[in-house]
């Protein structure tokens, strides 16, 4: 399988901490990379955790909270020093555009490449980008402010071939590529060989959802059932559940409820207060609830996938 | 005397490195503190060498290129969030008040506090801000886009009170105060005792200034003439002074020599390129010429005075 991860840029809420910049995170599939977020000092995490910023040509933007955006100014600079050209894809409400276009007035200079802004819909589910590998949908989140989240799934993957069945019938490269599409196989005697005889089947489809900030919402229960790999944030361990609702967050336990009733395979918290100094206590609040939660720290990289664990 | 310092936040030029932050740095005089400049990432600096960054009420920003401004929005947002009231005041190019208003459209809801933005003029030295403890001047510097320097000047200090002489005469404190003033005493039998008699010399002036991002400029020498400590940028050392010329910035062999020339008592060199894993080339270029040079990095202290010496 083609490696697929999420990396932590950045796991602090609003106010960054001394161990946690503000929210951001790359998601990698076969070394193509999809930033998600871009907090204050994102660029400074890429060079530190040894992340090709100049491979990122895609970037999703939740809402336009300072601590989700102030990194983009820094991020697209950087990227043009850096001798950047073709596109750049910006995936975000629609007022980014007017918002970066006034803070870059005195950048242009250097800039050699083009920032596409895609507007997102607040309202409903939408595809909002697709590769041969991936395709990528937000969703509605409910904060303050309108609040996307995102979902990554791998595009069906091709039948695996039974080499030595491939071998012994002397199958054409057409042929191959055919039967890995699930065509059967016609013998020159007029035999046909089902397609489930030549193949073993695909690997399986790996899925990753992105849901900050947000109150916590049931209503993105159907959309990120059974994903492998859940960011979900945490602001406040649940005896803060009333500032939670105020300030339309969710608590730990609550991330935990969601993770279990969506039936997911793995839970990362994050967006902590900068109150937590220690956030052992909200992971383990949600632990009781789903074990197999576990905390964002800067610099974490999680594998996407059945058997999803930490890499870092 | 009142300590006063300047903290590195920030040393490198565009971009930053691993080590090295954008442009910023903390002026503190008798515990009041002042920032200059304000690169991506000044809020997590501050946090990280322990200033109090609620105590910030005045911000100089040198001119508009993002490696000196993109720390701003997020350090507002985070003052907000601790609670601040009152005024913080920014003196910068009046474009930016146009710039940081559509950046915070959505984050005014916590903001207490009233943002005043004071242009500068880029044309002339001008005295931007005065205390009862400190002035503080712009001056033109010689950037792509308009940019000024800073000089920061304590004010005359009183005379020092010989306690002997005042306590024998029993002088009132209405007295000692028009004594540290400058004024002569007299005596009930009419004799009048000379300042002089009565008091010692007052402290030296201190004075700091800075100057980034500019071409060498011979202009500013009578503005930082005899400065006990001058910042002045070094992006590039002296074989790259074409590339220094074009981009219109200083190598750090002619950051020496207007030290030398300007007579002042310590040079800090900042503001390099991020070609430059290790810095002590250019330090040791400045040396031949003024060897009383220092490099900047994130995290030094410098103190300000007669003996400026390197505190941490």
């Known amino acids: 399988m083609l490696p697929f991860s999420v990396t932590i840029l ?19 599939l076969n070394e193509k990379l999809y930033l998600i977020d871009c907090g204050e000092g994102a660029q400074i995490q890429l060079r530190r955790f040894k992340i090709k910023t100049g491979k990122i040509n895609h970037i999703f933007i939740s809402h336009l909270h300072g601590d989700h955006i102030f990194g983009l100014p820094g991020l697209i600079s950087t990227l043009a020093l850096g001798g950047k050209k073709g596109e750049l894809h ?13 803070l870059m007035k005195f950048m242009n200079e250097f800039v050699d490449f083009k920032v596409v802004y895609h507007p997102l819909n607040f309202k409903k589910r939408s595809i909002i980008h697709e590769d041969s590998k991936l ?31 491939i071998d012994e019938l002397k199958i054409s490269i057409a042929g191959r590529v055919a039967i890995k599409g699930g065509a059967d ?5 007029g035999q046909v060989i089902p397609n489930k005889k030549l193949t073993f089947p695909p690997d399986p489809i790996r899925s990753y959802a992105f849901c900050t900030d947000t ?25 803060l559940s009333e500032l939670a609702l105020k300030t339309y967050h969710t608590t730990a336990r609550q991330a935990a409820v969601l993770a279990s009733e969506s039936n997911v395979k793995k839970l990362i918290i994050g967006h902590f207060s900068s109150r937590y100094k220690n956030v052992d206590p909200l992971v383990e609040e949600a632990r009781v609830i789903f074990p197999n939660t576990f905390p964002a720290n800067d610099g974490d990289r999680f594998e996407v996938g059945p058997a999803t664990k930490l890499l870092l």
Chains 1, 2 share one sequence.
Do not use: W
Request: with cysteine.
């Open 10 to 28: 950045g796991s602090s809420s609003a106010q960054p901490t001394t161990n946690r910049f503000p929210t951001s995170q790359v998601v990698s």
């Open 90 to 102: 910006i995936y975000a409400h629609s007022e980014l555009k007017i918002m970066m276009e006034h």
């Open 135 to 165: 395709t990528i949908e937000s969703f509605p989140l409910k904060h303050r402010i309108p609040c996307c989240g995102f979902l990554f799934t791998e595009k069906q993957h091709e039948l695996h071939l039974r080499g030595d069945v």
């Open 185 to 189: 196989y016609q013998l020159t005697n």
């Open 215 to 239: 109150v916590c919402r049931k209503q993105i229960i159907p959309i990120i059932q059974n994903v492998d790999l859940l960011y979900h944030e945490a602001t406040f361990a649940d005896d």
